[in-house]
């Protein structure tokens, strides 16, 4: 079945090397402030929030789960809940 309606995605993080430079991309593109630091950045917007987190701190955390968004859930529920 196909449906011309678009999905939204309420939730997106991107697993990066350079969490500097690609936080200055997104902030630049939605023109919004992130809140975080050199391992975890996010951008809430009012349809979405996007995260990066450090390629490098997610191996170190979660090797087996490195690159799966299971592991990037996990670490934006345990740190950023309210």
């Known amino acids: 079945m196909q449906s011309n309606e678009v999905k939204a995605l309420p939730n997106v993080c991107i697993v990066t ?7 200055d991309f997104y902030e ?31 191996q ?5 789960l490195a690159g799966d968004a299971a592991a990037c859930h996990w670490f934006w529920s345990s740190r950023f809940t309210t």
């Open 60 to 64: 170190e955390i979660a090797p087996k």
């Open 17 to 23: 090397k350079d969490i500097s430079r690609l936080r």
């Open 28 to 58: 630049a593109a939605v023109g919004i402030r992130a809140n975080g630091d050199v391992v975890f950045a996010a951008l809430k917007t009012p349809c979405a929030d996007l995260v990066l987190f450090a390629q490098q701190r997610l």
